[in-house]
Nanobody, 121 residues
Framework: QVQLVESGGGLAQAGGSLKLSCAAS????????MGWYRQAPGKQRDLVAV???????NYADSVKGRFTISRDNAKNTVYLQMNSLKPEDTAVYYC???????????????WGQGTQVTVSS
C-alpha cells in the first residue's frame, strides 16, 4: 500500500504564490520520477512538471519560469513552488509518482487525491 497526500492548495490572488507538497508513504523501496498534473473544469488532466530521481526536470510551456519542482528524497516528498500565479492556473493539482515497492525492479504508478488551487483576478 502506497499513498500520496497533497497539501498547500488554496486561494491566491493573481501575481501571488503558493507551494504545494506531496508526501509518499507506505511500502516503498524507492521512488523514480515524481510529478504534478492539473485538471481545470471541463479540461483534460495535463502534465505540469516532472522530476526524476537524478534531479532532471521538465515543465509544461505554460508554467516555465514561474513554477519550480523539487524533491526531498529522504522524505519521499515532492514540492511545487508556484509564483506569479495567473487565473489560468486554477485547477485541481494531482501528485503522481512511479514507485518501486520491492527490491526487484517492479514499478507501480500512483496518484494523489488532488488539491484545489484557485487564482482570482
Amino acid at each position: 500500500q502506497v499513498q500520496l497526500v497533497e497539501s498547500g492548495g488554496g486561494l491566491a490572488q493573481a501575481g501571488g504564490s503558493l507551494k504545494l507538497s506531496c508526501a509518499a508513504s507506505g511500502s516503498i523501496f524507492s521512488i523514480n520520477s515524481m510529478g504534478w498534473y492539473r485538471q481545470a473544469p471541463g479540461k483534460q488532466r495535463d502534465l505540469v512538471a516532472v522530476i526524476t530521481t537524478g534531479g532532471s526536470v521538465n515543465y509544461a510551456d505554460s508554467v516555465k519560469g514561474r513554477f519550480t519542482i523539487s524533491r526531498d528524497n529522504a522524505k519521499n516528498t515532492v514540492y511545487l513552488q508556484m509564483n506569479s500565479l495567473k487565473p489560468e492556473d486554477t485547477a485541481v493539482y494531482y501528485c503522481n509518482a512511479d514507485v518501486v515497492r520491492t527490491y526487484a525492479y517492479i514499478l507501480y504508478n500512483y496518484w494523489g487525491q488532488g488539491t484545489q488551487v484557485t487564482v482570482s483576478s
